[in-house]
Nanobody
Framework: QVQLVESGGGLVQAGVSLTISCKAS????????MGWFRQTPGKGREFVAG????????SYGDSVERRFTISKNIADNTVYLRMNNLRQEDTAVYYC?????????????????WGQGTQVTVAK
């Protein structure tokens, strides 16, 4: 079983950049696809970004494409989400997720493990 721990969230001003990270432990990290979702109160989890097992292929949700970048470092078992030009509507709890497979997945139900989430708040 893979354990996921997110970090790097916080309060930032609109327009700035922020990188959050997710460290994986246990399991076979190198052979799993990873993704990021986000959730706001009263809404379901929204797909943000996904990467295949080695990070060579990525996919993004429509609301973040061209602003966010997902990357995966197998050497230190960490996946990153670089968020540029943050907007107030990006405010959410961001969750890291792992899928026990090699290819990118975008559906919430296809992910097998979840982190506890990290809060990102974007002020005006």
């Amino acid at each position: 079983q893979v354990q996921l721990v997110e970090s790097g969230g916080g309060l930032v001003q609109a327009g700035v950049s922020l990188t959050i990270s997710c460290k994986a432990s246990g399991g076979i990290y190198a052979n799993i696809a990873m993704g990021w979702f986000r959730q706001t109160p009263g809404k379901g989890r929204e797909f943000v970004a996904g990467a295949n097992w080695d990070g060579s292929q990525t996919s993004y949700g429509d609301s973040v494409e061209r602003r966010f970048t997902i990357s995966k470092n197998i050497a230190d078992n960490t996946v990153y989400l670089r968020m540029n030009n943050l907007r107030q509507e990006d405010t959410a709890v961001y969750y890291c997720a792992a899928h026990r497979g090699l290819g990118i997945v975008v559906r919430l139900i296809d992910y097998d493990e979840w982190g506890q989430g990290t809060q990102v708040t974007v002020a005006k």
